[in-house]
């Protein structure tokens, strides 16, 4: 033991000694061979010239580029999606020039800037149910678990030793036991306190375990600023979850600091559901090596377009998968919602737990709130985060300086990731409308072109605003005191980080 203490007392000396020669060759190496924008390469330097020794720590974990953009790719996904992408694109051309055709009149640039960027099938023979609170949204998810035929695929960010996932556990056996395939995936930062003896007992039960960028020693992850946000559940092919909810008693309301949690997640039915099990397939590849593409049973190839609903009765909801990641060059959710922000004629609505804007994204609403755009925000009104939600009402601030209106969620905690723009278009997702979100995490949106759904969003939106909410008003915000605008002020700086 002393040896190990000797070892460390020398490590530390010589670090201490070195410290200045070991900044400059970490900022050679940020400035010069690592393709970051300039105000996250000048956040990194500094963080490591103001807080030196913590500075060059927080960057070994967190500042670290495994940014490949091939890392995901598997041949049969590309030569797959090849055919509906390419006849799609040429199917929107054509539909684009018909006057009638108000969805590729109205958003068909953006329709073809997510099929090209991202392959994102559009699909326009889907129904969709929303789900706002956490105990009607697993007990669902539950039943149609219960209902399962062929195959159970699960995604979430965090899982967590609960009652909640204890509970979803033993349907799951139960699955396994009559012959349905079951596979779990799970991010190693966020099932990080899932005990591995746990997921053994599951794997022993017959249900697949994966777990992405898992920890490499002990609980320590040196990639633990890369995280796969998305959560996604697929069952039999026919039936999706997308949205907000992890798996957590946080989530069903059964945290005292948090209270009610308020959320936001989807059911799908329709082509969109291929497109969430490919998603799906790709992350499991990765993370365990089986690939998912060699068995036909599970890539249904989404319909192009236009299908159209076999029940008479059925409303069609036109549907795009979109998602992005550091394993892509593009930062294709971020550019949705700019694309979304620019056609806005009436209003933008928007619920995110982190608001922690880039440029672009700020810029963009900024110019609508100032053309005259309803542009409001709903934000919480307590932390899960502090340096995360300083910074959000930092730069919250910023867009009700510039004619936006910010509210904050009084019901217990709002994690919604919600867009709506004018009554016809929405993204719900795992995305929040944040920089890490953008760069740095896995994220799945569904982008919605209906009226109907968007509405009913809106909807919630307003009703929320309403009952639930306190508006932040300019004069207020000037008002804060000086501690709050210093740990604001503080936190921004170190936005990009965050």
């Given at each position: 033991m ?10 530390w000396?010589?670090?201490?000694q ?6 400059i ?15 996250s ?7 490591l010239y ?12 967190l ?5 490949k953009?091939k ?33 590729t ?32 949204k697993f007990?669902d ?11 159970i695929?699960?995604q979430y960010?965090?899982?967590k030793?609960?009652?909640?996932f204890?509970?979803?556990a ?15 995936l ?27 960028f898992?920890?490499t ?6 990639r ?14 026919e ?12 989530y ?22 291929a497109?969430l099990e ?5 992350d ?8 998912l ?14 299908g159209?609903?076999?029940e ?5 909801i036109?549907?795009q ?22 056609k ?17 994204t700020?810029s963009?609403?900024i110019?609508?709130?100032k053309?005259g755009v309803d542009?409001?925000l709903?934000?919480p ?5 502090p340096?995360?939600?300083?910074a959000?009402?930092s ?11 910010v ?10 990731k ?7 278009a ?17 994220e799945?949106?569904a982008?919605i072109?209906?009226?109907?759904i968007?509405?009913k ?15 932040i008003l ?17 936190s921004?700086?170190?936005?990009p980080?965050?």
């Open positions: 002393s040896e190990v203490i000797n070892a460390l007392s020398v490590f000396i010589w670090s201490m070195h410290l200045m020669l070991i900044n060759l970490l900022s050679i190496m940020i400035i010069f061979f690592q393709r970051r924008d300039p105000q390469t000048w956040t990194w330097l500094l963080a103001a807080i030196p020794l913590f500075g060059i720590l927080i960057y070994l974990l500042g670290q580029d495994y940014r953009s890392m995901f790719r598997v041949k049969q996904a590309d030569d797959q999606m090849k055919y509906p992408v390419l006849t799609q694109e040429r199917l929107l051309q054509e539909y684009g020039k018909a006057e009638d055709e108000a969805l009149r109205d958003y068909g640039d953006l329709i073809m800037y997510n099929l090209r960027a991202g392959s994102s099938v559009l699909t326009i023979d889907n129904t969709v149910e929303i789900f706002t609170d956490g105990s009607r007990a998810l539950t039943a149609e678990i219960r209902r399962a035929k062929r195959f695929h699960i960010y965090i899982i030793n609960d009652f909640l204890r509970g979803i033993e349907e799951l056996k139960k699955k396994a036991a009559e012959g349905v395939e079951v596979r779990v799970c991010d190693g930062m966020g099932g990080r306190f899932m005990p591995a003896g746990y997921w053994n007992k599951l794997r022993k039960c017959g249900i697949k375990v994966g777990i992405f898992p920890p020693l002990g609980r320590i992850n040196l633990i600023n890369y995280r796969n946000h998305r959560k996604i559940v697929v069952i039999d092919g039936i999706g979850y997308v949205g907000g909810f992890n798996i957590g008693k946080e069903v309301d059964q945290s005292r600091y948090f209270g009610h949690w308020r959320d936001t997640h989807l059911k799908i039915r329709g082509g969109a559901v497109s490919q998603r799906f397939a790709l499991w590849n990765y993370a365990t090596h089986e690939n593409f060699k068995n036909r049973k599970y890539q249904n190839i989404p319909s192009v377009f236009p159209r609903p076999e008479a009765e059925r409303r069609p036109g549907i998968i979109v998602t992005s990641g550091p394993d892509s060059s593009l930062e294709r959710i971020r550019d949705n919602y700019i694309e979304l922000f620019n806005a004629k009436d209003h933008i609505y928007i619920t995110t737990p982190y608001f922690i804007p880039d440029n672009a700020l963009a609403l110019i609508a709130a053309s542009v409001r709903m934000i009104c307590k932390p899960d985060h340096f995360v939600y300083w959000t009402t730069w919250a601030g910023t867009l009700l300086q510039a004619g936006g209106k509210f904050t969620y009084q019901d217990g905690f709002l994690h919604s919600t867009v709506m723009v004018d009554g016809n929405a993204c719900v997702g795992t995305a929040n409308m944040d920089i890490r979100s953008f760069k740095l995490n896995f799945v949106n982008t072109f209906d009226p109907f968007t509405g969003l809106e909807r919630q939106f307003t009703g929320d605003i309403e009952r639930h909410c306190r508006e300019p004069e207020e915000y000037e008002e804060r005191n000086l501690f709050m605008r210093f740990r604001e002020q503080l921004r700086l170190f936005s980080l965050l």
